[in-house]
């Protein structure tokens, strides 16, 4: 098994689980270097960075046989640390990874961000952008009142019967 192939399998792991903003950092030519490669993603949540760092040791141990050597951060999920030996793997949150600044620290060696599968862009379709909402539907959606908030569906307070007062006449 190759390092590219592990690689590759990470990334594979990353991807299904939505994970941004994937880059490689090559660390083979820096001198003393813990590894050969740095993996770094970010998701939004703990429970995405939780997904995403289940999602690469189930997609390497499917695909090569192999299980995590080391692992760290599972508790809060902040900041995930899965060691392969060779490729060393760091999953954030958007707002650690930021504060953190791996890339940064690491500016000298060779870095490639990996782009996006086409399956997890947002498609377009050209006739979404024609389609406009009919207007009889449209000027009812304004006088629609909502039966938890009596308010009109424009965000309005839907305007309340007057009180019918009673007056006091001459009993016959």
Known sequence: MSTTTLLNTIIEGIQE?????VITIDLKK????????????HGDSNTQVNAIADSIEAEVKKTLGIRVD??????N?????LDYFHVIVHVFQAGIREHYNIEELYSDAK???????????????SNDR???????R????????????????TGKTAEKPKPVRKTAG???
């Open 138 to 153: 449209a000027k009812s959606a304004g006088t629609k009142k909502t039966r938890s908030t009596g308010k009109a569906a």
């Open 30 to 41: 820096l001198d003393s270097s813990i590894c050969d490669y740095f993996i770094i993603c």
């Open 70 to 75: 080391h692992r760290e951060g599972k508790a």
């Open 130 to 136: 024609a389609k406009k909402p009919s207007t009889s």
């Open 77 to 81: 999920a902040e900041w995930i640390v």
């Open 17 to 21: 689980k939505k994970g941004k903003d």
């Open 111 to 125: 870095s490639k961000r990996i782009a996006e599968p086409k399956s997890l862009l947002k498609k377009t379709d």
């Open 170 to 172: 001459k009993r016959k």
